[in-house]
């Protein structure tokens, strides 16, 4: 199959229109139009239908998107790795969540680039689901992320880090402040958050980075869960206050491939 017919339909569906795509890929709306339609004849399946807004997958067009992302993926990732210097003998795409950036990724990526010059590194930031399905489908070689891992997969902990309530004043109530922003720090977080404040109100109000919450909550006031380590320098400057609120104690996990994290000479050990 052309791979690319498959970045062509990948990029009407991100522009969500023929001509818009056709302007991003930096040629005429009938070579896109061709293009799908040559994908459509492959496949003998209709793969786009248009609405009102612009353009929407079929339902076959809905399963070839994760196969599509994912050749597409594999084809950049060989391409890149071919072109590498000839200093370079190894290539590592990494990804983490946001949250986990600042404390455990970048000396993850510090450690990699000064102790490691032969070894080229992609950083990815996504949230926690994405980043597993990612690594699920081998474009992402390792992962820094909360979630515990399933499956054959190295998991090696990082570090510990306290999700902790706070907010811009310190008499903020715990429980039913309209306020209160939700923090969606993955699937785990997200049953202990719900069995934990089962009799309050649901937030308005969601981010799925801290930074984001907390940005949020010193702009407009009111209270949040966010990473210690991340909210540190505001509680230390008293822009935020650490109210008394249920802790939810978090390791983060650097996973990997069984088989990748063995061949790997900067993997850590305990």
Request: hydrophobic share 45%; proline share 6%; with cysteine.
């Amino acid at each position: 199959m052309n791979l690319e017919l498959l970045t062509t339909y990948l990029a009407v569906l991100e522009a969500g229109a023929l001509g818009r795509a056709a302007e991003e890929l930096h040629v005429s709306p009938s070579t896109v139009t061709t293009r799908i339609q040559l994908l459509e004849s492959e496949l003998g399946q209709t793969l786009l239908v248009r609405d009102r807004s612009g353009v929407v997958p079929t339902a076959a067009g809905a399963r070839l998107v994760r196969h599509a992302e994912t050749m597409v993926g594999l084809w950049e990732q060989l391409r890149s790795e071919a072109r590498l210097a000839p200093m370079i003998s190894a290539a590592v795409n990494l990804g983490c969540q946001p949250d986990l950036w600042p404390g455990f990724g970048r000396p993850l990526f510090d450690q990699l680039r000064i102790q490691h010059p032969e070894t080229a590194v992609s950083v990815r930031l996504d949230d926690p689901a994405s980043l597993a399905d990612r690594l699920g489908r081998g474009t992402l070689d390792a992962i820094v992320t909360w979630d515990k891992p399933s499956g054959d997969v190295a998991d090696q902990p990082l570090g510990e880090d306290r999700l902790v309530v706070v907010a811009d004043h310190p008499d903020t109530p715990t429980a039913f402040d309209p306020g209160y922003v939700y923090l969606d720090a993955g699937a785990e977080f997200g049953r202990w958050h719900a069995e934990t404040y089962a009799h309050a109100a649901i937030a308005r109000l969601s981010f799925d980075r801290a930074a984001l919450a907390v940005d949020h909550v010193l702009t407009h006031g009111g209270s949040t869960y966010a990473p210690r380590s991340v909210v540190a320098a505001d509680l230390a400057a008293g822009r935020l206050h650490e109210l008394d609120a249920p802790v939810w104690l978090v390791t983060a996990r650097l996973v990997a491939s069984s088989d990748a994290a063995a061949s790997w000479p900067w993997w850590p050990t305990e």
